[in-house]
């Protein structure tokens, strides 16, 4: 993105403070610097300077998800997320990005890194839930399970007729946290006669490198991963994903040469899934940022969700759970703020009905969140993808 188009973007704003009121930093801190005005702010003063950034000015661009709540209603539509995205690959450029978070980028960056962590898992466990906690920021996270090789094959027959292929995008949770999940796609999908490739080769999409600033490391992985893309341009109708970070990247990010679904809008919208019948529990979905509020997809899980079972609304479905991938991690105060928040939320919504009752989401990263939000709240409960619940029903 060039400095010119980024001075636009900032100029667009006309401080209205809408903004402020869908920001989940913000309604955490109340500090106007958490939020997009604020940001704005201080960069259209900062840019025309171009000096390196303040400690403070650092911890006010540190200070974001980048869940695009604030450009979801901003009645300007600021592109606020290159605005941080341009930021923050400037403090990157001079070398103002903290050597705790370039080891955690390049760990992502290499599928053999991943592999390792699969390994030291099945050496110590082979369970799969929340049994890591990470002591100094006290929260819960997945450890790697068995890696997605080790479940599909590189191309995944469908059932009965085959109605056409697609290439599977799982992105890195789902590849080595989340498999499961992943073989059951693939599953789900051949069951309704569409036949799945898996390329191994596949790589990081990026999106961690991106919103940190590390935009070269960004290119490299979308060259990488454009080029498995061309292999097949010829033999797939659809890239598909199940998590919905990955899948705004694809969409937002890549110049991609086969057209790119979410799978909730793929299973309704092309597939026309109706399930046989309906499981006997109560369902509340919350709607992962990057797929409400960068895709465009609302509708399609919640009419999944009506079909397969009992939803209900929840307080608060639309608000960002404060993931943010590295966010959860370096800025873990806040993340766990508005983690507590949305606990809170879905407490309010469930009304002490915790046995029948199951959150459920589209992405892996808010089931990381949410998940431990829940279990450091007390909450009975436990979030799932919703490919887990139609493949039970699938299976029932
Ligand atoms: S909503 Fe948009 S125009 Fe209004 S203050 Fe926020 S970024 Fe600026
Ligand atoms: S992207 Fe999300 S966290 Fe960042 S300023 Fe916008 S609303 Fe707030």
């Known amino acids: 993105m060039s400095l010119k188009y980024i001075e636009q973007q900032l100029n667009l704003c006309v401080k209205c403070g809408n903004c402020r009121f869908n920001c989940p930093v913000f309604k955490t801190t109340l500090d106007e610097g958490g939020v997009a005005r604020g940001k704005i702010s201080i960069l259209q003063i900062l840019l025309k300077e171009n000096e390196k950034f303040s400690q403070e000015t ?7 998800v980048v869940c695009g709540s604030c450009q979801y209603i901003c009645p300007r539509d600021v592109d606020y997320l290159n605005i941080i995205e ?10 103002q990005i903290s050597r705790a978070k370039k080891i955690f980028l390049n760990l992502l960056k290499d599928n053999k890194n991943l592999k390792f962590a699969s390994f030291v898992k099945s050496v110590f466990s082979r369970k799969s839930g929340l049994i890591f ?13 068995k890696p997605m090789k080790k479940r599909v094959k590189h191309y995944n027959k469908p059932e009965g007729d085959r109605k ?3 290439l599977f995008f ?25 036949g799945v490739y898996f390329d191994e080769d596949l790589r990081c999409c990026g999106f961690p490198h991106l919103t940190a600033g590390d935009s070269e490391t960004f290119e490299e992985l979308r060259g990488f991963n454009l080029n498995v893309f061309e292999n097949y341009k010829e033999k797939v109708k659809y890239i598909v994903s199940g998590c919905a970070t990955c899948g705004s990247n694809l969409s937002r990010n890549y110049n991609l040469p086969v057209e790119f679904v979410d799978i909730n809008a793929l299973l309704l919208d092309v597939l026309e899934y109706k399930p046989k019948k309906r499981l006997d529990i109560d369902t509340y979905f919350h709607h992962p940022c990057h797929l409400m509020k960068h895709q465009g997809v609302k509708e399609q899980p919640e009419k999944l969700l009506d079909f397969v079972s009992n939803r209900k609304k929840m307080e608060g479905e639309d608000f960002c759970c404060g993931f943010g991938g590295s966010f959860s991690i370096f800025e873990a105060e806040k993340s766990k703020s508005i983690g507590d928040k949305k606990a809170e939320m879905i407490k309010n919504s469930i009304k002490g009905n915790f046995d029948k009752s199951l959150i459920v989401t589209s992405c892996p990263g808010c089931i990381i969140q949410l998940n431990d939000s829940i279990k450091r709240n007390n909450l009975p409960l436990k979030t799932v993808h919703i490919i887990d619940l139609i493949y039970s029903e699938m299976e029932e």
């Open 164 to 166: 056409f292929d697609v």
């Open 86 to 95: 341009f930021a923050r690959a400037k403090a990157v450029k001079d070398n």
């Open 58 to 64: 650092l911890s006010y661009l540190d200070s974001c």
């Open 170 to 194: 799982p992105g890195c949770a789902t590849r080595f946290v989340f498999s499961d999940t992943g073989y059951k796609l693939v599953k789900v999908l051949n069951r309704l006669g569409v």
């Open 133 to 145: 906690k990470l002591p100094k920021i006290k929260r819960h996270f997945p450890l790697p399970d």
